[in-house]
């Protein structure tokens, strides 16, 4: 009996040996995945693409990523995997903006992660808080949240500091105070449509509410 069998049990190995062969040299001829390159981040971050006209970066979010337009976001610090993300989703309908849905169709995914990689070990220069009279208001709820509308605290996913986690959270601490609200604004209203949990949070909170808590977390540091 096991005589009998010996030739079919070999032509199985056989064609399983060669299968394993055929997947290695498959996998052999595989491009490598582009190793992130933080330096070709920076070049494009601030000389842009003429040849593309991709301009670069920096007229507009700062040197270092240290924008001083209010209504433009600082970007130095902020986690790696954060802003990666959000320049892929400002290629679809989930976040959708005038300026940076075109300029991020025109990055490749490999500069996409390169100048996220860059930004991400950028030190971010420090805000402050401006109204003094709503700043305890604002730290009431960035730490507490509001019980009464089931709003949590930004610092359960933001960090004490406002120092964001990577990938999910952004750095909101040292922003710009009208570059939060409106984001805030944003999810409220279904026009920044990329994070279910703060388009839930935000729809509870009032617009005075929003006002104090930008402004709490500019002064974070």
Known sequence: ????????????????????????????????????DPAKGSSLYA???????????VSCHGAAGNSTMAANPKLAGQPEGYLYKQLVDFTTPNRQNPVMTMYAKMLTDAEKKNIAAYLSTQGQKPGAAKNK????????????????????????????AGA?????????????????????????????????EMTTIAERMSSAEMKAVADYVAGLK
């Open 47 to 57: 000389d842009g693409d003429a040849a593309r006209g991709l301009p670069a970066c």
């Open 133 to 160: 009279d709503t700043v305890e208001w604002g730290k009431k709820i960035y730490r507490g949240g509001i019980a009464e509308k089931n709003v949590p605290a930004c610092a359960s996913c933001h960090g004490p």
């Open 1 to 36: 009996m096991n005589r009998a069998f010996t030739p079919v049990v070999h032509s199985l190995v056989t064609a399983l040996m060669i299968f394993s062969g055929a997947a290695s040299a498959a996998d052999a001829a595989q491009p490598a995945a582009a190793k992130v």
């Open 164 to 196: 964001g986690n990577p990938a999910r959270y952004p750095r909101i601490g040292g922003q710009h105070q009208d570059y939060t609200i409106a984001q805030l604004e944003g999810f409220k209203a279904a026009g920044r449509k990329n994070s279910a």
